[in-house]
């Protein structure tokens, strides 16, 4: 059984840098694609971004990108969101998950992480 527990989410104005992380453990994710969501007050959890198992491809929302990275530390069996830029719409409660697929294309990592093991969210809010 895989456990994820996410922590770094706080309340920042608008332009801060934030770190989240996600630890797992009872299980080493090296073969796990593991990636981010969120959720907004009264919308949907959406996806944020995505690292494959090796680390070698990252995939990110458009509304994220450029601004957010994702990585991942094997050793440390964790996986970080670094949080740049940040805007009042980037407030949600975000989530990491984890998904026993080593390989795929984009939409279907994406979906195999919505079927995976998730956290219990950490939340963030951006002030203006």
């Known amino acids: 059984q895989v456990q994820l527990v996410e922590s770094g989410g706080r309340l920042v104005q608008a332009g801060d840098s934030l770190r989240l992380s996600c630890a797992a453990s009872?299980?080493?994710?090296?073969?796990?694609?593991m990636g981010w969501f969120r959720q907004a007050p009264g919308r949907e959890r959406e996806f944020v971004a995505h690292?494959?198992?090796?680390?070698?491809?990252?995939y990110y929302a458009d509304s994220v990108k450029g601004r957010f990275t994702i990585s991942r530390d094997y050793a440390k069996n964790t996986m970080y969101l670094q949080m740049n830029s940040l805007k009042p719409e980037d407030t949600a409660v975000y989530y990491c998950?984890?998904?026993?697929?080593?390989?795929?294309?984009?939409?279907?990592?994406?979906?195999?992480?919505?079927?995976?093991?998730w956290g219990q969210g950490t939340q963030v809010t951006v002030s203006s």
């Open positions: 009872g299980r080493t994710l090296s073969h796990y694609v």
């Open positions: 998950a984890a998904a026993n697929t080593a390989a795929g294309g984009i939409r279907y990592l994406t979906e195999a992480l919505k079927s995976g093991y």
């Open positions: 690292i494959t198992y090796s680390g070698s491809m990252t």
